[in-house]
């Protein structure tokens, strides 16, 4: 199902990546990084700006920012804000635990919000479930009416491969051509069954720059208790996305508004990579030390693309 792209940025990822983890273990695809037109090799960093108060900042350039590449300061190529349609690729948990205290109504609810904010016809939606298994339920389209009419074949079974369903759902909307995309997981936040970790996946995830949005829907106790959330926080913070906890349906349609208004004011930071080949840190920033910027938290330098 996965798109074939390039082959040499993920073997770099997998020798960063645990030792043990084996191409034939993980399954891994190849994603491509997308790059604006140059005569070189771009990376490129999708960034969300706010203020203090959580509201998007528009208008900013690229004297407003700072990319801090591995501790040295880069200069920027181009900055822009990103325009048209937006990408969501939603992922469903439908393992066994959410039977418990009907978390599957919750998860059909939170994409019906979902649906609410977005715009049939030009926003593009794909639906996804996961179990031990990816399941692709619905793909991509613009007519919403599709993507609803596939939540009532929703059914709890099976162990929970989470971890393993974001990588596989990240690189396959990295491989959509001019994709404004972000991954849009709704689960409870168990995952008993995945070959990756978090940090892995958030690794996976990152070199493509697609962010991972998660709600975690009626979260048990233990989900509440590090080092559950903690995981999942650091999987989204990696990717440049965000973690919400929701328990009911004001809070849920606050978190689904606040996600579609960040996929809507993104900003596009193209800069010349660094040296030496191999995994750098990341850190963007705005030289107003008031707003808050978040962006993925590295990138793979000296992956170039296979000629096609």
């Known amino acids: 199902m996965l798109t074939v792209m390039t082959k040499n940025a993920l073997l ?8 043990a983890t084996s191409w034939a273990q993980a399954g891994l695809s190849t994603p491509q990084q997308p790059s604006f037109k140059s005569g ?16 998007p900042i ?21 900055c822009r804000v990103e325009q048209g ?10 393992s066994g635990s959410m039977v418990v205290s009907a978390r599957l109504a919750a998860v059909r ?6 649906l609410s904010w977005l715009i049939s016809g030009e926003d593009e939606l794909a639906l996804f479930a996961f179990d031990d298994e990816l399941h692709e339920l619905q793909t991509f389209t613009t007519n919403h009416s599709e993507v609803e009419n596939r939540l009532d074949s929703l059914r709890s079974f099976g162990n929970t491969s989470l971890y393993d369903a974001i990588w596989k759902v990240g690189v396959e909307l990295a491989g959509r051509p001019g994709s404004r995309g972000a991954v849009f997981v709704i689960t409870d936040g168990q995952d008993t069954h995945s070959r990756l970790s978090a940090a892995e996946a958030a690794r996976v995830v990152r070199l493509v720059d697609v962010p991972v949005y998660i709600i975690a829907v009626d979260p048990s106790p233990d989900h509440a208790s590090e080092p559950i ?17 929701t328990s ?14 960040e996929l809507r004011h993104r900003y596009v930071i193209a800069f010349e990579p660094g040296s030496p080949a191999g995994w750098h840190s990341l850190a963007v920033r705005t030289t107003n ?12 330098a000296g992956a170039h693309r296979e000629p096609t």
């Open 58 to 78: 528009t208008g900013l350039t690229s004297r407003d920012f700072d990319v801090v590449d591995s501790g040295q300061s880069r200069p920027i190529t181009d």
């Open 289 to 300: 030390k008031h707003l808050i910027v978040r962006a993925r938290s590295g990138y793979l």
């Open 85 to 94: 349609p937006i990408t969501v690729a939603i992922l469903a948990d439908i």
């Open 12 to 19: 770099v990822i997998l020798a960063l990546l645990a030792p």
């Open 229 to 245: 959330a903690d995981s999942l926080k650091g999987l989204s913070h990696a990717t440049g996305g965000e973690y919400f906890t």
């Open 248 to 261: 009911s349906p004001a809070h849920t349609s606050l978190a689904v508004r606040q996600i579609v208004e």
């Open 109 to 114: 609810a939170t994409v019906r919000h979902l």
């Open 40 to 55: 070189v090799e771009l990376v490129t960093v999708f960034a969300v700006v706010r203020d203090r108060h959580g509201r």
